[in-house]
């Protein structure tokens, strides 16, 4: 099967083939950055039954050698032009992303890395061929997590990508076992099954599980970088590479560099730098018109004003709330907040139940190195000195590291792993969890000594049903941050029915994923 190619890869790597001087190492090394040709040459060499399975575009390309790559090239017949040079963009800094994550991690081969990372963009050019109108929301569909392009797929086609992959992908074993993998994780209504815990070291599916998450961590960096508003996206990447990967905050930033980087090699190599250029200017000139939390809930209103006042006088905050009511983004708010003290100091996030208690200490304390095979980095409490601490999910954290940090907070001083002279801090920390740690402590689930160091200002932000007058407002603000372009008054007339009875149990995700789907359907009906 031969998927959409883009044409400025085709045309480069035609040249490359019929010019003698070019080693064909160079085309086995460029091949992989179109997506579509990619997929169809491994599927085509592995059609024949007879062979080993072939892995890799260097194996493919000894086997075939430049003629068979050139005949390969030149059955291509389906073009994508420019307008979708967002989508090559997608894939090629998910696929830098996870080569970069792969030197570290060392969970596959390089090649097997980058093909995870790609395989949501296969799925979007299979979707092409099956339903040629996905082109008209394909910009849309980039922004958002995978299993919101499942739901928004299955709403509008009955079909969505990962069962296009599924149906399509016959080879190699070891994509097709990713993908029956991402089948039983994400289901047809966009869920996403909790796969925190790892299979065996030993068994068949423990690479398979690595694939799946590198793709995972590999599309938040490409969200983070294409669109730097999408906020969610940047957190998402910060939380999983640290949580499937181990790779510490201080190390964080400069990964991202390094895949923008590798991102304009790659497009200098096939000549399009104007575009690369243009991406990343829009990027790096995006500025936030500053993070806000608004509401028009009385109560609500109330509980932020007591919170601002904590704010200012720099105590610790508490909040918490169902899932997506808006936790991480008052706690972003309020450390941007103009009379924050500590406004301009650093601000960090520990996602507390993504972490073992090793590495959970090791995030926050850092390690001195050489010590039982440690490596040296800064932990948080030494990067956010004078800042503040985001700990998310903290009712998460095992009740012995919670006495353990009640006695570090109490100090204000703590040990490097490996260390043996103290070091001291000064941070300021915002506290979230679904569960009242207050309630929590009378049923001897949360350290009261942790609480009682802490002594935190409490505040609670109630679920979308139970605060219907934001639901709308909220929705408008979605609406105009994405230009989603939902002005037609009947729909919105019809939306404001919804927003009064739907429960909305998934809260701000429902919400948008509900506008993100209007958009997308909005745009195949024009």
Not at 75 to 100: I, K, M, N
Not at 343 to 363: A, M, W, Y
Not at 421 to 433: G, N
Not at 469 to 497: C, M, P, Q, R, W
Request: hydrophobic share 40%; glycine share 4%.
């Amino acid at each position: 099967m031969n998927l959409p190619v883009f044409e400025h890869t085709i045309t480069s790597l035609h040249s490359i083939v019929n010019n003698e001087k070019e080693p064909l190492q160079k085309v086995s090394r460029l091949i992989k950055y179109d997506p579509g040709l990619y997929f169809s040459l491994l599927q085509n060499v592995n059609s024949v039954a007879t062979r080993a399975e072939i892995t890799s575009i260097s194996q493919a390309i000894s086997l075939i050698g430049a003629e068979g790559v050139e005949n390969h090239i030149l059955q291509q017949d389906y073009f994508l032009a420019e307008d979708y040079l967002l989508l090559w963009c997608y894939s090629v800094l998910a696929g830098e992303a996870a080569t970069l994550i792969n030197e570290k991690a060392d969970i596959a081969e390089e090649e097997e890395a980058f093909f995870a990372a790609i395989m949501s963009s296969i799925g979007i050019l299979l979707m092409f061929m099956q339903h040629p109108k996905h082109k008209q929301i394909c910009d849309l569909l980039l922004r958002v997590p995978i299993e919101h392009k499942i739901f928004i797929e299955e709403k509008l086609f009955r079909t969505n990508l990962v069962e296009q992959l599924d149906k399509n992908i016959s080879a190699p074993k070891v994509y097709k076992d990713t993908i029956s993998l991402m089948t039983t994780i994400f289901t047809h209504d966009g869920q996403r099954k909790d796969y925190s815990e790892h299979p065996s070291r030993f068994s068949v599916a423990h690479k398979s599980f690595q694939l799946l998450q590198l793709m995972d961590v590999s599309e938040s960096a490409a969200r983070s970088i294409l669109f730097p508003s999408v906020v969610e996206a940047q957190e998402k990447f910060r939380e999983l590479s640290k949580r499937f990967f181990k790779i510490p905050e201080n190390e964080i930033e400069e990964l991202l560099a390094d895949i923008v980087e590798r991102f304009e090699d790659v497009c200098k190599e096939f000549r399009v730098e104007q575009f690369s250029e243009r991406f990343i200017a829009s990027a790096e000139n995006y500025h936030s018109s500053g993070i806000s939390f608004l509401t028009k809930s009385e109560p609500l209103k109330n509980s932020l004003e007591k919170a601002y006042v904590a704010n200012r006088e720099e105590k610790n905050i508490f909040i918490y709330g169902e899932t997506s009511v808006g936790k991480r983004l008052l706690a972003i708010a309020l450390h941007h907040h103009p009379d924050n003290p500590r406004k301009t100091k650093p601000f960090l996030s520990i996602h507390c139940g993504t972490l073992d208690s090793e590495t959970l200490e090791i995030e926050l304390f850092g390690a001195k190195g050489g010590f039982l095979g440690i490596e040296k980095h800064k932990g948080a409490l030494e990067m956010a000195n004078g800042g503040t601490i985001l700990l998310k999910d903290i009712d998460r954290v095992p009740l012995n590291l919670q006495d353990k940090l009640s006695e570090i907070f109490c100090r204000d001083e703590f040990y490097k792993i490996g260390e043996t002279s103290p070091a001291f801090f000064d941070i300021r920390f915002l506290i979230t969890s679904k569960k009242n740690i207050f309630e929590e402590t009378k049923e001897g689930r949360f350290s009261e000594r942790l609480l009682r160091v802490l002594k935190p200002v409490s505040i609670y932000i109630p679920p979308l049903r139970e605060r219907r007058e934001d639901i709308e407002f909220i929705g408008n603000s979605v609406i105009e941050k994405y230009n989603l372009n939902l002005t037609d008054k009947a729909l919105l007339l019809g939306l404001k029915e919804y927003y009064d009875t739907h429960a909305f149990p998934g809260n701000l995700k429902d919400l948008k994923r509900l506008l993100f789907y209007l958009s997308a359907k909005h745009r195949l009906e024009s």
